[in-house]
């Protein structure tokens, strides 16, 4: 399997509070993403990165802010969460074009 | 926009029975890759479809990828229990992002 760690794995917040997962990887691959995961509408790509401080959004990037000053640590942070960012959140790895992404376990968030 | 459509959404069918997933896309990839999802687990990678024509199988699944259709499909033979889960398409576009289908959840009956 994938070397892949997302932490925590469960998380119970209140809106309006900032939220950051973490996805950590030990297989030294270029590309990190985020998605979230919601009945109805498959995986969402969130945010991605593509190297050591390189980013772009994703398709719902709104609400949320990425971070990602080493190769194998990719931060998700929600700046004040609100109910609507209640979801499973996965976080993924690939080495290139071609290849697939590998996902790790998932964050399930909860905003009350 | 590009879309990425799966039907069915749901598909119920008994062990021993065939059938297929289909998987459109609304735009141009060579790319496309099937994923497998347990309920509350994470997904599985099952093919890496990379050009037109290819097809691949494993075991009890088969798929393929016509890109001039832009369709793709997972075929299922003789199904059995374990296969119930639920299966996404995704289609990949540049720095290998991928765009989801929305899933088709299978349920084989004994």
């Known amino acids: 399997d994938a070397g892949i760690t997302q932490s925590p794995r469960h998380k119970v917040t209140e809106t309006g509070t900032p939220v950051t997962l973490r996805c950590h990887q030990t297989?030294?691959?270029?590309?990190m993403y985020w998605y979230r995961q919601d009945p109805g509408h498959g995986l969402r790509l969130i945010h991605y990165s593509y190297g050591v401080k390189d980013t772009d959004k994703g398709e719902v990037s709104d609400g949320y802010s990425v971070s990602r000053s080493k190769t194998e640590d990719f931060l998700l942070t929600l700046e004040s969460a609100t109910s609507s960012q209640t979801s499973v959140y996965f976080c993924a790895i690939s080495g290139q074009g071609g290849q697939p992404q590998h996902f790790g376990d998932g964050t399930r968030l909860s905003i009350l | 926009e590009l879309k990425v459509e799966q039907n069915p959404l749901f598909l119920s069918m008994q062990e021993g029975k065939n059938y297929t997933i289909y998987c459109n896309y609304s735009?141009?990839?060579?790319?496309l890759y099937w994923y497998r999802q347990d309920p509350g687990k994470s997904l599985e990678s099952l093919f890496v479809?990379?050009?037109?024509?290819a097809v691949k199988q494993e075991g009890r699944l088969m798929a393929s990828l016509d890109t001039k259709a832009r369709l793709s499909t997972l075929h299922i033979t003789a199904a059995v229990h374990d296969l119930s889960a639920t299966y996404f398409c995704?289609?990949?576009?540049?720095?290998?992002?991928?765009?989801f289908g929305t899933g088709t959840l299978l349920a084989v009956q004994p």
């Open positions: 479809l990379l050009s037109n024509g």
């Open positions: 297989e030294n691959h270029r590309y």
């Open positions: 735009t141009t990839s060579d790319r």
């Open positions: 995704a289609v990949e576009l540049f720095s290998n992002k991928l765009i």
